[in-house]
C-alpha cells in the first residue's frame, strides 16, 4: 500500500527523504556532547627523570616509592609502569570509566608529592610531571583495494 504511494508519486518520496534528512541534520547539531557516552577509560601520565640510573635503579629508587604510594587512589583500576635504561620512568594511572579525570589527576599528583621525600634529590630537583589525558580514537578509517586492482602503496598514498 504504501509502497504504491512512493511508485506512483515520486515528487512525494523525494520530499519525503529530504524533510528526514534535514531533521537528522538538526538533530545531530543540537544533540548535545554530553548525551555520548564514555568508551575509553581515563588515564593520568606520572613520568620522571634520574639521569645516569639504569633501569634497576630507576625501579628501586623512583617507581617503587611512587607506585607504592599512588595504588589505592579512588576509581583507580591498575597502574602501568616502565623504567628505562636512559633513566626514565613512566607510569599510566588507569581509572574506571565515568571518574572525573580532574579530580583524579589531582588525588595522584598528592600522592606523588607524599613520595617525593623517599626519592633521589636528583628527581626532585628535575620534577616529576603528573598530566591528564584521555586516549580515545575520535576516528579510525580502513581504506582498502576491493579486487586487489591496487597495491598497498597506492592505497596508503590515496589515503
Request: avoid cysteine; charged fraction near 10%; hydrophobic fraction near 40%.
Given at each position: 500500500?504504501?509502497a504504491?504511494?512512493?511508485?506512483?508519486?515520486?515528487?512525494?518520496?523525494?520530499?519525503?527523504?529530504?524533510?528526514i534528512?534535514?531533521?537528522?541534520?538538526?538533530?545531530?547539531?543540537?544533540?548535545?556532547?554530553?548525551?555520548?557516552?564514555?568508551?575509553?577509560?581515563?588515564?593520568?601520565?606520572?613520568?620522571a627523570?634520574?639521569i645516569?640510573a639504569?633501569?634497576?635503579?630507576v625501579?628501586?629508587?623512583?617507581?617503587?616509592?611512587v607506585?607504592?604510594?599512588?595504588n589505592?587512589?579512588?576509581?583507580m583500576?591498575?597502574?602501568?609502569?616502565?623504567?628505562t635504561?636512559?633513566?626514565?620512568?613512566?607510569?599510566n594511572?588507569?581509572f574506571?570509566?565515568?571518574?572525573?579525570?580532574?579530580?583524579?589527576?589531582?588525588?595522584?599528583?598528592?600522592?606523588?608529592?607524599?613520595?617525593?621525600?623517599?626519592?633521589?634529590n636528583?628527581?626532585?630537583?628535575?620534577?616529576?610531571?603528573?598530566?591528564?589525558?584521555?586516549?580515545?580514537?575520535?576516528?579510525?578509517?580502513?581504506?582498502?583495494s576491493p579486487?586487489?586492482?591496487?597495491?598497498?602503496?597506492?592505497?596508503?598514498?590515496?589515503?
Amino acid at each position: 500500500m504504501i509502497a504504491n504511494t512512493f511508485i506512483k508519486r515520486p515528487n512525494t518520496a523525494i520530499v519525503l527523504s529530504l524533510v528526514i534528512v534535514i531533521l537528522g541534520i538538526v538533530s545531530i547539531v543540537t544533540l548535545p556532547v554530553s548525551q555520548y557516552p564514555d568508551i575509553t577509560p581515563p588515564v593520568v601520565s606520572v613520568s620522571a627523570n634520574y639521569i645516569g640510573a639504569d633501569a634497576q635503579t630507576v625501579e628501586e629508587t623512583v617507581t617503587t616509592p611512587v607506585e607504592s604510594q599512588v595504588n589505592g587512589v579512588p576509581g583507580m583500576a591498575y597502574i602501568q609502569s616502565n623504567s628505562t635504561n636512559t633513566g626514565g620512568m613512566s607510569m599510566n594511572v588507569t581509572f574506571d570509566i565515568g571518574t572525573n579525570i580532574n579530580i583524579a589527576a589531582l588525588d595522584v599528583e598528592n600522592r606523588v608529592n607524599t613520595a617525593l621525600p623517599k626519592l633521589p634529590n636528583e628527581v626532585r630537583n628535575l620534577g616529576i610531571l603528573v598530566r591528564k589525558r584521555t586516549p580515545s580514537i575520535l576516528m579510525v578509517i580502513g581504506i582498502y583495494s576491493p579486487n586487489a586492482t591496487h597495491n598497498i602503496k597506492y592505497v596508503d598514498n590515496y589515503t
